[in-house]
Nanobody, 114 residues
Framework: VQLQASGGGLVQAGGSLRLSCAHS????????MGWYRRTPGQQRELVAA???????KYEDSVKGRFTISRDNAKNMVYLQMNNLKPEDTAVYYC?????????WGQGTQVTVSS
């Protein structure tokens, strides 16, 4: 499995970013996928999960602001992030939720200035 997140950047509070995850080698076409983030000194936390049947879960702090989606034809998973806050600053990764694959890819840095 190969995972590559992109689309991060520097944005002011209240702004938006759309992260993209290109994936290959998933065991199943509709493999559950999610977005994690990690800040320095902290463990990765799962912020959005898209299940194999389409069910979606969000971490409480991003509910109503983040939207996860996928395009199986393009082997892509997305995270639309609106109304960004400084506390959203982190490196974002895509991976399978709850039971991540060994390979995480490089992640993409999101920095939100106040």
């Amino acid at each position: 499995v190969q995972l590559q997140a992109s689309g991060g950047g520097l944005v002011q509070a209240g702004g938006s970013l759309r992260l993209s995850c290109a994936h290959s080698g998933l065991p199943f076409t509709n493999e559950a996928m999610g977005w994690y983030r990690r800040t320095p000194g902290q463990q990765r936390e799962l912020v959005a999960a898209l299940g194999s049947t389409g069910n979606i879960k969000y971490e409480d702090s991003v509910k109503g602001r983040f939207t996860i989606s996928r395009d199986n034809a393009k082997n892509m998973v997305y995270l639309q992030m609106n109304n960004l806050k400084p506390e959203d600053t982190a490196v974002y990764y895509c991976n399978r939720p709850y039971i991540p694959f060994v390979s995480w890819g490089q992640g993409t840095q999101v920095t939100v200035s106040s």
